[in-house]
């Protein structure tokens, strides 16, 4: 089993900036990728971001390219999204994913709101 702890949300004026994370925890000794999905109100979850744990490979959504940087750090299995330029539109809930093989495990997520 996996555990996913995400955190770094929070209420932020458009423009501005915020950090999350996610910390794995459990049997991580074989992550292939974690990603950034986000659900705004009233809508759909979706892809944000994506990152592969060996080399670094990274995938973005058109809407946040050039905004949002994927990273992550390997020896503490803690998976990063820095977020720039927010726009209201970027208001949701953000979760954390990781699949290994065949599994897919999810963090809780964390409320990020933007402002206007």
């Known amino acids: 089993q996996v555990q996913l702890v995400e955190s770094g949300g929070g209420l932020v004026q458009a423009g501005g900036s915020l950090r999350l994370s996610c910390a794995a925890s459990?049997?991580?000794?074989?992550?292939?990728?974690m990603r950034w999905y986000r659900q705004p109100p009233g809508k759909e979850r979706e892809f944000v971001a994506q990152?592969?744990?060996?080399?670094?490979?990274?995938v973005y959504a058109t809407s946040v390219e050039g905004r949002f940087t994927i990273s992550r750090d390997n020896a503490k299995n803690t998976l990063y999204l820095q977020m720039n330029s927010l726009r209201p539109e970027d208001t949701a809930i953000y979760y954390c994913?990781?699949?290994?093989?065949?599994?897919?495990?999810w963090g809780q997520g964390t409320q990020v709101t933007v402002s206007s």
């Open positions: 990152v592969r744990w060996s080399g670094g490979v990274t």
């Open positions: 994913n990781l699949f290994s093989g065949p599994n897919n495990y």
């Open positions: 459990g049997r991580t000794f074989s992550i292939d990728a």
